[in-house]
Nanobody
């Protein structure tokens, strides 16, 4: 059984920064088998939005709403994907979910979500 555990959410003032992390655990899990990982977010009343993705070749992609303010990275040795967000805005307030996707068996793993609130 593979679990993704997120951390790093919380309350931050506008203009501030935070770093979200997502760590996978489970017997025989290997981050090297994960072809794509990333973060979604969902605010109340809004549709889920893809924030950022990173492939196993470390190609990255960002939503226009966070481009220039977010950096996604992965650490295969630690089974971790991180999202650094700077210059946070109230519009960034949402629950952030990480996911890991594996091509060969089309399996997606999801984190439980972590709340990010940007407010003064």
């Amino acid at each position: 059984q593979v679990q993704l555990v997120e951390s790093g959410g919380g309350l931050v003032q506008p203009g501030g920064s935070l770093r979200l992390s997502c760590e996978a655990s489970g017997t025989r899990f290997s981050m090297f088998s994960i072809d794509r990982a990333g973060w979604y977010r969902q605010a109340p009343g809004n549709e889920r939005e893809l924030v950022a993705t990173i492939t196993n070749g470390e190609r990255t992609n960002y939503a226009d709403s966070v481009k220039g303010r977010a950096t996604i990275s992965r650490d295969n040795a630690r089974n971790t994907v991180s999202l650094q967000m700077n210059s946070l805005e109230p519009e960034d307030t949402a629950v952030y979910y990480c996911y890991y996707y594996r091509d060969y068996d089309q399996t997606t793993y999801w984190g439980q979500g972590t709340q990010v609130t940007v407010s003064s």
